[in-house]
T-cell receptor, first 116, second 115 residues
Framework: NAGVMQNPRHLVRRRGQEARLRCSPMKGHSHVYWYRQLPEEGLKFMVYLQKENIIDESGMPKERFSAEFPKEGPSILRIQQVVRGDSAAYFC??????????????FGEGSRLTVL | AQSVTQPDIHITVSEGASLELRCNYSYGATPYLFWYVQSPGQGLQLLLKYFSGDTLVQGIKGFEAEFKRSQSSFNLRKPSVHWSDAAEYFCAVGHYSGGYQKVTFGTGTKLQVIP
């Protein structure tokens, strides 16, 4: 019974390149959350998605960042034209589908992006 | 808006000593409260959670936390720490709205355990 799977675990990009981070939620979960953890800071909410829908993207930077959760396949967080300030750990979490009002979030091990 | 304050950035305790990590939250109604632990290079693991009922909740690895509404606090405790407890601990507050959990994390407390 696999947990939340994120890949790659580590990603190095040069400024101006694109970064794609993938997240496969736990089996049976259809809610996906992305959080960003900057050095010496806590986790900051970025976006919440359900299959084929972005529900809440209030924490996403307005430019260069996008997320999707297609009907088939993993959720993807995409960062275009990366800058050094994008260096962080990006965590994906999932929760069970609707009706679970008190469920916890189940976290992946994170993808650590380093921008040179 | 909900928020979480963890006033201690770093805490050092001796192995075998007791531990208390502080957490204060801000939310208008009764919140859902969580403590997560993160080992270096790893993801977050849930230690315990409070939704309703008994204000003293037991978690994994011998941890417990007490919800005190009057103080807006949810402090984490352990009677005797082990070297393996060295990690970063995050308090979080959530509420259910619009069909999903909105969870806000504190900035974390790093725990160092010395022999």
């Amino acid at each position: 019974n696999a947990g939340v799977m994120q890949n790659p675990r580590h990603l190095v990009r040069r400024r101006g390149q694109e970064a794609r981070l993938r997240c496969s939620p736990m089996k049976g979960h259809s809610h996906v959350y992305w959080y960003r953890q900057l050095p010496e800071e806590g986790l900051k909410f970025m976006v919440y998605l359900q299959k084929e829908n972005i529900i809440d993207e209030s924490g996403m930077p307005k430019e260069r960042f996008s997320a999707e959760f297609p009907k088939e396949g993993p959720s993807i967080l995409r960062i275009q034209q990366v800058v050094r300030g994008d260096s962080a750990a990006y965590f994906c979490a999932s929760s069970p589908s609707g009706g679970e009002r008190t469920g916890e979030l189940f976290f992946g091990e994170g993808s650590r992006l380093t921008v040179l | 808006a909900q928020s979480v304050t963890q006033p201690d950035i770093h805490i050092t305790v001796s192995e075998g000593a007791s531990l208390e990590l502080r957490c204060n939250y801000s939310y208008g109604a009764t919140p859902y409260l969580f403590w997560y632990v993160q080992s270096p290079g790893q993801g977050l693991q849930l230690l315990l959670k409070y939704f309703s009922g008994d204000t003293l909740v037991q978690g994994i690895k011998g941890f417990e936390a007490e919800f005190k509404r009057s103080q807006s606090s949810f402090n984490l405790r352990k009677p005797s720490v082990h070297w393996s407890d060295a990690a970063e601990y995050f308090c979080a507050v959530g509420h259910y709205s619009g069909g999903y959990q909105k969870v806000t994390f504190g900035t974390g407390t790093k725990l160092q355990v010395i022999p």
